[in-house]
C-alpha cells in the first residue's frame, strides 16, 4: 500500500470565499476540482489499487485571502479552513 501524506483539500467554506472573491488572490486554486470536490478525489484515488491519500488543509490559504478581509476575517476564513 502507498499512502500520500502530503495532499491538500479546500473546505467548502474556503471555496465559497474564493468563488465570491472572483478573480483575486486564489482563484487559481478553483481550477482544480479535485482540491475541494470529494468524489471526484474518490473516483481518482479509487483507479489505483492501494494507494491512499491523508488529506490536509491547504497551507496558508490567508496568502490568497485577498486585502478585503481585516484580521478578524483572516482568523475566520484560517479557522474555517482548518
Known amino acids: 500500500m502507498k499512502i500520500d501524506i502530503w495532499t491538500h483539500i479546500l473546505s ?5 470565499h474564493l ?6 488572490p486564489g ?5 482544480q476540482r ?4 470529494i468524489d471526484l478525489r474518490r473516483s481518482v484515488v479509487d483507479t489505483y489499487p492501494g ?13 490568497f485571502a485577498g486585502p478585503s478581509l481585516g484580521h478578524p476575517g483572516l ?8
Open 51 to 63: 494507494y491512499r491519500q491523508v488529506l490536509a488543509p491547504i497551507p496558508a490559504p490567508h496568502i
Open 12 to 16: 467548502p467554506s474556503y471555496v465559497r
Open 34 to 37: 479535485a482540491l475541494y470536490d
Open 27 to 31: 482563484a487559481f486554486l478553483l481550477t
Open 75 to 82: 482568523v475566520d476564513l484560517v479557522r474555517r479552513n482548518n
Open 19 to 24: 468563488e465570491h472573491a472572483g478573480r483575486g
